[in-house]
């Protein structure tokens, strides 16, 4: 049953997901050339390093080639490679091996996404655009679960509340003010328990308190943009994450991270906040600098991540197969959580 469920969500969101948002399904890679600086390098302090080893059998210099963390750098110089115009986009079914992973119930080594990146105007720059997309991807997760449910009824049950219908929206800086004293990830999760559905907004930017609420790249989601709350303050950033609550571990999910990709001013001021300028040289930056591909929006959707919550599992081992610790696959096997291997 689980792997019905899972692959009549994966065809869901992947047709609806086009829909919504007016992308096209296209090919991803799974290793770059280390030169090109497409790979994701997920944070800015450099401790999560990719998988990199040399190919090319009889080449005089071997390419260095490294397994992608995400697709999220690729994606924006993919949009000028399949000419996608403003408004269209591209959506991947995108493979990744992140190695300086813990790994837990919801993080592994092994990670699958929904990679998407799609063409926007300078006039669309704004945290209304934002929004509208976050809503609009929202209904597609939604939509998906609820066809799990039709399809398999038992997934329906009493012991868990229906899946929220709208998304809360909240800057990281109106967090900080609601749990001053706590850290992000206990932030999270008692805004979480409140609102069971949303959207930080904001992640990078350096709080009130000193520290970002999170470590985002510097080379492609916009976080230093100034922007404007509802009610009139001054605020940072168009990026931002969706979370729930995940009724069955009873902690914070995280499911997607995305964004307003950065423009050629604001990689040059986010490059030099995380003393990276050095990289501005490499060809993805200079394509920015250049005005050589365009401005865009993108993000992943974790897939395992979203059947996990969809289908109600209490770890990604349910879902998808990769590689666990024996003590972990123990503590499942007690509690009778069947882990594919």
């Avoid at 868990?160 to 932030?187: G, N, S, V, W």
Wanted: net charge negative; hydrophobic share 40%.
């Amino acid at each position: 049953m689980t792997m019905k469920a899972l692959f009549a969500i994966k065809g869901y969101i992947e047709e609806n997901l086009c829909k919504e948002l007016n992308l096209q399904m296209v090919q991803v890679p799974l290793i770059v050339d280390r030169e090109s600086g497409v790979n994701d390098m997920l944070d800015r302090d450099g401790s999560r390093t990719p998988v990199e080893f040399p190919c090319g059998l009889g080449l005089e210099k071997p390419i260095i080639a490294q397994v992608v963390q995400a697709a999220t750098k690729w994606k924006r110089v993919a949009l000028k490679q399949f000419d996608c115009q403003a408004g269209e986009g591209l959506c991947t079914d995108m493979k990744a091996v992140r190695k300086d992973y813990f790994l837990d119930h919801d993080h592994s080594s092994y990670v699958d996404q929904w990679d998407w990146e799609k063409v926007m105007t300078m006039e669309e720059r704004n945290l209304d655009y934002l929004i509208d997309t976050v809503q609009k991807i929202w209904k597609v997760i939604r939509g998906a679960g609820m066809l799990a449910q039709e399809m398999f009824p038992q997934l329906k049950s009493d012991k868990y509340p229906d899946f929220p219908e709208e998304l809360t929206f909240l800057h990281a800086e109106d967090i900080l003010d609601m749990y001053p004293d706590l850290p992000r990830k206990q932030r999270e999760t008692k805004i979480i328990q409140k609102y069971p559905a949303v959207f930080i907004i904001g992640i990078g930017w350096v709080l009130k308190d000193g520290y970002p609420h999170e470590m985002r790249a510097a080379d492609y989601d916009d976080w230093v943009t100034e922007t404007t709350s509802k009610d009139g303050r001054p605020m940072h950033g168009l990026n931002g994450d969706i979370l729930v609550w995940n009724p069955v571990t009873k902690r914070r999910h995280e499911l997607t991270s995305m964004g307003i990709r950065v423009t050629k001013e604001t990689l040059v001021v986010q490059m030099k906040e995380a003393d990276l300028e050095e990289n501005l040289k490499l060809p993805y930056h200079q394509a920015i600098l250049n005005d050589e591909i365009p401005l865009s929006i993108g993000g992943g959707i974790g897939q395992s991540r979203t059947y996990m919550y969809l289908l109600r599992k209490a770890h990604l081992g349910e879902v998808s197969v990769t590689v666990w610790p024996q003590q972990l696959k123990d503590i499942c096997a007690k509690k009778n959580i069947y882990v594919l291997e």
